[in-house]
Structure formats: structure tokens, C-alpha cells
């Protein structure tokens, strides 16, 4: 059984830092990503961050960023650990949301789009709360 739990929510005021954390345990080894998204009151759920975590790839590592966090949000994993994690930094009102991590598996040939894509990841957590006061 895949559980995912994530961990760090909490409020800032704007100009703040919060680290999420995300335990992993029972995912496939299908899986080849992992990712954060969040969904802001009244907003869809977007994809922010993601790590491909394809094993022996020389792609493995690599890093995905949303336009709107890019520069100041950092994803990373601790394999040993099973565990991935979300750096925000100089946090915004607007970055006010629920924040889900997520695993899912990347298609031959990915691009960027994919690595934030709500379809690409089957596995979610319950998400944690983080609210940014101005």
C-alpha cells in the first residue's frame, strides 16, 4: 500500500521560509517522479516542483519548476530516507495554498510538461496547509 505524508504546513508572514517534507513508503518502482502541487481556495491544482528520480538515467536528478516559484522554491530527495522536500523561500501572499507531493511515472521522452502534470502522478498525499500573511 503506497502512503504518502506530508509534513512542514504552517503560516509565515510574507518574506518567510517553510520546508515541507513528504514520506514515502510502498511506492512501485514504476514510479520515476516525484513532485509538489498545490491548490490555492477557488484555483485548480497546479504542479510546482518535481525530481526525476529515474534510476540510472542520466536524467535522474533532474529538476522541474514552476514559472511562479522558480528561483525561490528548491526540490529535493533523500533516497535513504524515502523522503523528498520542498525549500520555499521569500514565500508571497499568493503562495497561500494546500501543498500535495505526489509520485507518478514519466512517459519515454518527457518534456517539462509532463513533470508537472496532474495525470503523470498517481500517488498523493493528504496535503498540508500553508498560508502566507502580507
Known amino acids: 500500500q503506497v502512503q504518502m505524508v506530508e509534513s512542514g504546513g504552517g503560516s509565515v508572514q510574507a518574506g518567510g521560509s517553510l520546508r515541507l517534507s513528504c514520506a514515502a513508503s510502498g511506492v512501485p518502482t514504476s514510479v520515476n517522479c516525484m513532485g509538489w502541487f498545490r491548490q490555492a481556495p477557488g484555483k485548480e491544482r497546479e504542479g510546482i516542483a518535481a525530481?526525476?528520480?529515474?534510476?540510472?538515467?542520466?536524467?535522474?536528478?533532474?529538476?522541474y519548476y514552476a514559472d511562479s516559484v522558480k528561483g525561490r522554491f528548491a526540490i529535493s530527495q533523500d533516497n535513504a530516507k524515502n523522503t523528498i522536500y520542498l525549500q520555499m523561500n521569500n514565500l508571497k501572499p499568493e503562495d497561500t495554498a494546500v501543498y500535495y507531493c505526489?509520485?507518478?511515472?514519466?512517459?519515454?521522452?518527457?518534456?517539462?510538461?509532463?513533470?508537472?502534470?496532474?495525470?503523470?502522478?498517481?500517488?498523493w498525499g493528504q496535503g498540508t496547509q500553508v498560508t502566507v500573511s502580507s
Open positions: 525530481i526525476y528520480a529515474g534510476g540510472m538515467s542520466t536524467n535522474s536528478g533532474t529538476t
Open positions: 505526489a509520485a507518478g511515472t514519466l512517459p519515454l521522452g518527457y518534456s517539462d510538461y509532463h513533470a508537472t502534470a496532474e495525470e503523470y502522478f498517481d500517488y
